[in-house]
């Protein structure tokens, strides 16, 4: 590859990365703006409040340190979530497939679960409430239970990201791979060869089904309702990133709708054969794609109860079980 080729590699890579974060800071605003307020029937925020706002105001809040046994790398976390997300997103840009193993289906998968793992040690290393060191149960006179378990409100968003990570991301992986099946290899750069070739898998019974799985685990991955088990009454908000303030609460929200985009245009890459790509018109289709992706999920919250686990649980291993069908039927048209 010569100089000028290395150039425009790069100057795409820049700039599909640029796309993608101003697209990616209105996806949270569409999402509640457009779809959730109209449906509830209320004004709603900004489109611009919760994903580009918020974050500019949390960067100019003052910073305290956390009750932690590790206060940097508690507040590390986000950010490294977001550079996790970034690197995700890189992989799958055509310019980045010579590097063989890591532009493939089992290095994104792994960087996926890496990011789920995050909410695990998010809550595991807070040890407060809004800042303030409160065990629980209460040991002030005449409160104390007796061979109580002490623990902390956000440990039990840690037994919660566990069970996301063991169980509910199932889907989306299983969708991942009907794609690889029908294009017999594991390397985003031969799955996206393979559609332009044969069109896109979406376009078959396989895909279809496929679809639907992957579309209910990026919900999953998201932490939405009706799944979001990792937010739930007795965490108060937001679970395990209750904790996070100023600038280290902005890198959550921007890591969000940054996943946002970057599970949309995988979706694109695996199911459309159109990876992200500055320099090539299948930028509008990764672009619709992650408008499309928040307002159908937007919908579905809407409409959707909030599952416990023993709704959660069926939903996901039957979802899986389709994903296991989407498999099966990609085995077959081979």
């Known amino acids: 590859m010569d100089t000028s080729m290395i150039i425009i590699s790069i100057i795409a890579v820049i700039g599909t ?12 605003g569409i999402e509640r703006k457009f779809v959730q307020a109209r449906i509830q029937q209320r004004v709603g925020p900004p489109i611009s409040s919760p994903g580009f706002m918020a974050p500019i105001k949390f960067f100019f809040k003052e910073a305290m340190t956390p009750n932690s046994p590790m206060p940097r790398l508690y507040n590390a976390l986000p950010l490294i979530s977001l550079i996790i997300v ?9 310019q980045m497939y ?45 409160a104390k239970h ?6 902390f409100i956000e ?4 037994l919660r990201a566990f069970r996301l990570i063991a169980f509910g991301s199932f889907p989306l992986y299983i969708a991942l791979f009907v794609p690889v099946v029908m294009a017999k290899s594991i390397y985003i750069g031969d799955i996206v ?3 332009q070739l044969n069109g896109p898998v979406l376009f078959t019974v396989a895909g279809v089904i496929g679809a639907i799985v992957y579309f209910i685990g990026f919900m999953i991955l998201l932490n939405e309702y ?13 679970g395990p990133l209750l904790e996070y303030m100023s600038k280290y609460r902005a890198y959550t929200y921007i890591t969000r709708g940054f996943l946002i985009f970057v599970l949309a245009s995988l979706f694109a890459t695996m199911f459309l054969g159109t990876p992200p790509n500055i320099f090539s018109p299948g930028i509008l289709i990764t672009i619709a794609v992650a408008i499309i992706f928040p307002i159908l999920m937007a919908v579905m919250s809407a409409f959707s109860p909030i599952f416990t686990f023993r709704q959660f649980y069926p939903v996901v291993a039957a979802t899986s079980i389709l994903g296991v069908l989407a498999l099966v039927a990609a085995f077959i048209t081979l």
Request: without cysteine.
């Open 17 to 28: 990365l640029i796309v993608a974060f101003a697209v990616s800071v209105w996806l949270p």
């Open 86 to 94: 970034v690197f995700i997103l890189l992989f799958i840009m055509p």
């Open 98 to 142: 010579f590097l063989g193993a890591l532009a493939s289906i089992i290095a994104i998968v792994g960087l996926l679960k890496v990011e789920e793992i995050m909410y695990m040690f998010m809550g595991s290393l807070s040890k407060s409430v809004l800042s303030v060191n409160m065990p629980f149960p209460d040991l002030v006179k005449g």
């Open 146 to 151: 007796v061979d109580a378990t002490r623990s």
């Open 155 to 158: 440990e039990l968003s840690t």
């Open 193 to 195: 060869a393979f559609q």
């Open 226 to 238: 009706p799944f979001a088990i990792m937010k739930t009454k007795a965490d108060v908000i937001e």
